[in-house]
């Protein structure tokens, strides 16, 4: 398996009114490649994601890959990242894409339509 990235969480604080103690939200955009469609990813990872606490979408891509953007407390994105890099029993990921993205005010987790 290919990691074109790591999680590349290094909590900022957020100075902005939530106090000292608060975390500035996490936001990736990751791309997966291998036997991702067709297994049930997109279902999955909105199950795991709601669980986390983890906000954004997930879509299926036309070129076979699976792409997501992920927003939450960042061990909380940071395991649902680790999540993807296998997926649900039948997927077989051979990469995963990583990009840092600027949080924005994503709310609830969706499979959003392919693109």
Known sequence: MVDKMDSGVTPRRDSQGAGEDAVAPLCRRVIVSGRV??????????GVAERRGVAGWVRNRRD????????????????????????????????????????????????????
């Open 37 to 46: 469609q067709g297994v049930g990813f997109r279902q999955a990872a909105r």
């Open 64 to 115: 076979g890959r699976v792409e997501a953007v992920l927003e939450g407390p960042p061990g909380e994105v940071v395991a649902l990242i680790e999540w993807f890099r296998h997926g649900p029993p039948m997927a077989k990921v051979s990469e995963v894409e990583v990009f840092e993205e600027s949080p924005g005010p994503l709310s609830g987790f969706r499979i959003a339509p392919t693109a």
